[in-house]
């Protein structure tokens, strides 16, 4: 509590370029340059599309999940946030991420019918190495804020599975099969998971099927970046 009171009263400097930065996370400066997401976008996958069609990747394989919201593109500086995140525990850029996510998740019409929440779990080797849940820190807040549950139960990850970020598309899927349980009656819900960062989308792809095997009748995602470079031949 005094720490958290102490950043309130006293000045700090941008985590990204040393700036005086008053009480927030960025200075102005770096808080506008950030690769926010404002070209239409594939409602699906969140990949930029012309006039926000969806693209043809989901027209063909359709994901399970329904709708994916995304509000930056995963590229500098964002990834530098994102790892000091993760492995460096700078909680505070999780109190920045959040009041992003529920910036782009009030433009949405989609959070307004969401039942409730969920964040993409890991596995227990990783959250014993890690210490904390990247995914669960963002979503408290905007559960909070959205006024909708958020369920911290009753669903895992009970296989822990190579790094997804070291594996092409076709072996990413095959290395998430089945990594994913639940033990909840999800019957007719919409669920809305939040996650980091999304790349080709395997993971949560294959945490969306196991929630429709349960029921789940829409699954949409909001991710703080997605990864926009060419997927079609990884």
């Known amino acids: 509590m005094i720490n958290h009171l102490l950043s309130l009263l006293l000045p700090q400097d941008c985590f990204l370029c040393a700036a005086p930065s008053g009480q927030t996370l960025l200075c102005p400066t770096c808080n506008a340059d950030l690769p926010r997401l404002t070209a239409p976008c594939c409602p699906v996958c969140a990949l ?11 027209l063909h394989q359709p994901p399970s999940f329904d709708a994916t919201l995304a509000c930056f593109a ?4 964002v990834d530098r946030l994102v790892q000091a995140l993760k492995y460096r525990h700078t909680l505070a850029i999780a109190r920045f ?50 006024a909708k549950p958020l369920q911290i139960t009753g ?3 009970s296989l822990h599975t190579p790094p997804q970020a070291s594996l092409p598309w076709k072996e990413r899927q095959k290395n998430i099969r ?20 999304m790349t080709t989308g395997a993971t949560l792809n294959e945490f969306a099927r196991t929630l429709k095997k ?9 991710v703080l970046a997605r990864a926009l470079r060419d997927l079609t031949n990884v």
Do not use: W
Not at 48 to 58: F, I, K, Q, R, S
Not at 74 to 77: A, E, I, M, R, T
């Open 48 to 58: 930029p599309t012309p006039a926000g069609a969806t693209c043809g990747n989901c």
């Open 178 to 197: 089945g990594a994913f349980e639940c033990h909840l009656d999800l019957t007719g819900k919409h669920i809305l998971v939040i996650d980091d960062v």
């Open 97 to 146: 991420f959040s009041r992003c996510l529920l910036q782009t998740a009030n433009a949405a019409d989609l959070t307004k019918t969401a039942d409730l929440l969920m964040a993409l779990p890991l596995s227990s080797q990783r959250l014993a190495a890690r210490g904390f849940n990247q995914s669960m820190e963002l979503a408290r807040p905007v559960a909070r804020q959205l």
């Open 214 to 222: 349960h029921g789940a009748h829409q699954v949409s995602n909001l």
């Open 74 to 77: 995963y590229g500098f500086p």
């Open 155 to 157: 669903y895992m990850r």
